[in-house]
């Protein structure tokens, strides 16, 4: 990293239509696509800025987007800039979607947007049966891979492989600010889309590249990936170990069995007294509060990396059984 700053600097200097380009960037996307099993792959420089281009440039007047209601804030944001009629089903509920796909039709092209696992409740998209659906009714799905790039697959390339779905996708948004470590996003898609999305992405065309040298971190993140399956492994078993943890000592923990493990509070007030009270003792969890989650559902989010091992998830465990007890949950 440091010999990829003495090498470009610090800035780019301009758009990647301009000055800005580097062949570190064209690198690391071809890398990038190749790893995803895509024929294409163009870097943004944050996960918002690629859904935002994404589905403002491809959303177009007379087209029609499903999204699922608990998208992200960013897909939801790209969504408004694009000209599609949005129709908004309940979260991962096939008969709904099902049922709408059947009723709403248009002469343009209809879409599918939604995350392959979702950040506030940790669990998982029925990818598979949305690919089913799109593939019979023609419809290009967009996946959001946000939490899963890094950790699921054989490849960790994400849920999109896990499910054996790549050639029923669009385009996936791979932002790399969680697993990867980093920032920024690959979109990643067929050549002609990507290229497309090049030239009209205003997000893409009318922004500063990112420094060039995080294209080295990248480089250095998948190679961590790839050569170090053992780490997916580990993450899922201390995931496993933590759930078991919780549900021992009777909280409700989802079954979803992700790395995302939400404890449902209610009150805003309990949940951020809980992660003051977590955060006292040294865990670093955070309260998510409305409007990031529906009214009444205020939780901790916690995230299990491997950094952890199991005599500290042992001392969280109880820590937050205590917590829980301090604001007079059961
Ligand atoms: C599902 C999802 N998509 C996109 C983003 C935005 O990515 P970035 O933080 O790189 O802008 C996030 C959040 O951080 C996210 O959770």
Redesign the pocket.
């Known amino acids: 990293m440091s010999a990829a700053v003495m090498e470009e600097g610090c800035g780019s200097t301009g758009s990647r239509l301009l000055r800005g380009d580097r062949n570190c960037f064209s690198a690391i996307e071809r890398r990038f696509a190749v790893f995803k099993a895509t024929a294409a792959a163009l870097y943004f420089g944050?996960?918002?800025?690629?859904?935002l281009a994404v589905l403002s440039t491809f959303l177009e007047d007379g087209d029609v987007v499903f999204s699922d209601r608990l998208?992200?804030a960013?897909?939801l944001d790209g969504m408004k800039m694009g000209k599609a009629r949005k129709i908004i089903f309940a979260h991962s509920d096939l008969a709904a979607l099902q049922h709408r796909v059947d009723s709403i039709m248009t002469k343009g092209q209809r879409f599918l947007v939604v995350?392959s696992l979702?950040?506030m409740d940790g669990d998982v998209a029925p990818l598979k049966e949305y690919a089913a659906i799109c593939k019979k009714a023609g419809i290009a799905l967009i996946i959001?891979e946000?939490?899963a790039i890094g950790l699921y697959g054989d490849h960790g390339t994400g849920l999109i492989e896990a499910n054996g779905i790549a050639d029923d996708v669009f385009l996936s948004?791979n932002?790399?600010?969680?697993a990867l470590g980093l920032?920024?996003?690959f979109v990643a898609g067929p050549a002609w889309a990507i290229e497309y999305l090049m030239q009209h992405g205003r997000t893409f065309v009318f922004s500063t590249a990112p420094p060039p040298s995080i294209a080295a971190a990248l480089d250095a993140a998948l190679d961590l990936v790839e050569e170090t399956p053992q780490l997916r492994n580990r993450l899922q078993f201390l995931t496993t170990f933590l759930r078991e943890l919780l549900a021992g000592k009777g909280l409700e923990v989802s079954q979803a069995g992700t790395q995302i493990i939400p404890v449902l509070v209610g009150e805003n007030a309990r949940a951020v007294s809980m992660a003051s009270a977590l955060q006292a003792k040294g865990f670093d969890v955070r309260a998510i509060r409305p409007p990031t989650v529906p009214e009444g559902t205020a939780r901790l989010r916690i995230s299990v990396n491997t950094g952890l091992d199991e005599s500290i998830l042992e001392c969280f465990a109880h820590t937050l059984e205590v917590a829980m007890r301090e604001v007079g949950l059961p």
């Open positions: 944050s996960g918002y800025a690629a859904n998208n992200h960013s897909l995350e979702f950040s959001d946000a939490h948004i932002p790399a600010g969680k920032a920024g996003a």
